[in-house]
Structure formats: C-alpha cells, structure tokens
C-alpha cells in the first residue's frame, strides 16, 4: 500500500506561481510512475502531468505544457508540481497518483491516490 499526502495548495493571482508537493508513505514509489490530475468545479478529473519511475521521462497535458514542471526525489519519496504563470483556468483541486503502469495520463491506470489540495486562481 502506498499513502499519498498532497499539500502546497492556496490562493494565488492569476500569472503567479505555486509548488505542490507530494509526500509518499508506506511503501517506496521509487517502482511506480506518477501523476498529477486535477477536478475543477462541475467538471471531471483530469490529467494534467506524469513522470516515470526514473524521473527521466514526463508528459504533460496541452493545457499546462510549458508551464508546470513535474519532478521527482525517490530518495525523499516525494514528487513535485511547479506551476508557473497560473491561470484561473487552473483553479482545481489537484490530486497525485501512483502507477505500476509505465507512465500514462490515463487515469484508470493510477492505483493510489491522495486526498487533493485546493488551488485558486484569482483574476
């Protein structure tokens, strides 16, 4: 079993930045991919970036590509989501996700998630 715990979360202006992190417990994620996704209000939860069991390979969603960073420290057994030039599009609760799968942004493939943290994006 592996227990997510997501956190970084806030209120932030639109073009600002925030860092989420993601700390993992009860089993090393250094063999699972991992992802983060997102569940705006009304809407359904969605991919937003993956990473590989080695943080040598990542895939992003259109709609963050060349603003979020997704990384990776598996000796600290966390993983990162930098987000840069923030868009009220992107308020959301954003949830990380564990894979024994290669990385993949489809969701059915994560089997262990956290709990989420609240970002908001003001206009």
């Known amino acids: 079993q592996v227990q997510l715990v997501e956190s970084g979360g806030g209120l932030v202006q639109a073009g600002g930045s925030l860092r989420l992190s993601c700390a993992a417990s009860?089993?090393?994620?250094?063999?699972?991919?991992m992802g983060w996704f997102r569940q705006g209000p009304g809407k359904e939860r969605e991919f937003v970036a993956a990473?590989?069991?080695?943080?040598?390979?990542?895939v992003y969603a259109d709609s963050v590509n060349g603003r979020f960073t997704i990384s990776r420290d598996n000796a600290k057994n966390t993983v990162d989501l930098q987000m840069n030039s923030l868009k009220p599009e992107d308020t959301a609760v954003y949830y990380c996700?564990?894979?024994?799968?290669?990385?993949?942004?489809?969701?059915?493939?994560?089997?262990?998630w956290g709990q989420g943290t609240q970002v908001t994006v003001s206009s």
């Open positions: 996700a564990a894979s024994s799968s290669w990385y993949t942004a489809r969701l059915s493939d994560y089997d262990y």
């Open positions: 990473i590989s069991w080695s943080g040598g390979s990542t």
């Open positions: 009860g089993r090393t994620i250094i063999s699972h991919s």
